[in-house]
């Protein structure tokens, strides 16, 4: 079998710029993870003011989602990749954490998207025994 032309389809990307003062943002449970630029994309809508990329085909998609967090000792957090901005409805396998101190963490995921699904990083829970995380 011979495949001719065959080109990345869809893609999307956002991505969060520091901050101008240099500000380290508290991590909430329940929040989306806040993104400020939408990267390249193609067959795909990253929208910064919802902190999703909504797909525009059904599919299988193959989805990288990376984190940098600073954390004090005994801290710990859990982000989730989902469709909804509740946090109830993440993708199988979509579960990743970090604990201890600061760290950038993430995880790879195929599922299967429907046309109009929209995904975007989920806060699912954060421990903090002394204070701010």
Do not use: W
């Not at 979509?94 to 101190?101: A, L, P, Q, W």
């Not at 790879?108 to 025994?129: E, K, M, R, S, Y």
Request: glycine share 10%; no cysteine; charged share 20%.
């Amino acid at each position: 079998m011979r495949t001719k032309n065959v080109k990345p389809f869809t893609y999307g990307s956002l991505y969060k710029q520091d901050s101008p003062d240099g500000k380290i943002i508290p991590l909430a449970a329940g929040d989306m993870i806040d993104f400020t630029i939408a990267g390249p994309y193609q067959n795909t809508r990253p929208d910064i003011a919802a902190n999703r990329i909504t797909v525009y085909k059904s599919g299988v998609y193959q989805i990288t989602a990376d984190v940098s967090v600073i954390l004090e000792e005994e801290q710990s957090a859990v982000f989730n990749i989902n469709l909804l901005p509740d946090g109830s409805d993440p993708l199988i396998g979509s579960t990743f954490d970090v604990n201890g101190i600061s760290t950038v963490t993430g995880i790879t995921v195929q599922a299967f998207l429907n046309a109009g699904d929209a995904i975007g990083i989920f806060i699912a829970d954060t421990f903090a025994p002394r204070g701010k995380l």
